[in-house]
Nanobody, 129 residues
C-alpha cells in the first residue's frame, strides 16, 4: 500500500526557510515521479516542483524557481522540499505526491496538470510577520 506522510510545516517569517519532508512507503521511490503541490486558501492547488524517476530531473514554476529545491533520499524513502526566501504568497497547505510510470507522470507534472494517484495528507506552511 502506497503511503506518503508530510511533515515540517509551520509558521515562518518572510525571508525565512523551511524544509518539508515526505516519508514514503509501499513503493520504490526511484521508480516513481514525485511532486510537491500547494493550495492556498480560496485558490486551486498548484504545482510547486516535480522530479522524474531514475535521472532525477527537476522542474519548478517561475513562482518558486531559485527559491525551492526538491530532492529525495532513496535509502530513507523520503522526499524533501527545501524552501528559502519565503514570501507571504507561499502560504498554503503543501502536499507531496508520487506515481508511475515516472516519465509520463513527470511530463504531466511539468505541464501543470498532474495525474498522481498517491497523495499525502498535507502540511500547513504559514508565512507571516
Amino acid at each position: 500500500q502506497v503511503q506518503l506522510v508530510e511533515s515540517g510545516g509551520g509558521p515562518v517569517q518572510p525571508g525565512g526557510s523551511l524544509r518539508l519532508s515526505c516519508a514514503t512507503s509501499g513503493f520504490t521511490l526511484e521508480d516513481y515521479a514525485i511532486g510537491w503541490f500547494r493550495q492556498a486558501p480560496g485558490k486551486e492547488r498548484e504545482v510547486v516542483s516535480c522530479m522524474g524517476g531514475s535521472d532525477g530531473s527537476t522542474h519548478y514554476p517561475d513562482s518558486v524557481k531559485g527559491r525551492f529545491s526538491i530532492s529525495r533520499d532513496n535509502d530513507k524513502n523520503t522526499i524533501y522540499l527545501q524552501m528559502n526566501s519565503l514570501k507571504s504568497e507561499d502560504t498554503g497547505v503543501y502536499y507531496c505526491a508520487a506515481d508511475f510510470p515516472h516519465s509520463l507522470q513527470f511530463k504531466l507534472c511539468m505541464s501543470g496538470y498532474p495525474q498522481f494517484n498517491n497523495w499525502g495528507q498535507g502540511t500547513l506552511v504559514t508565512v507571516s510577520e
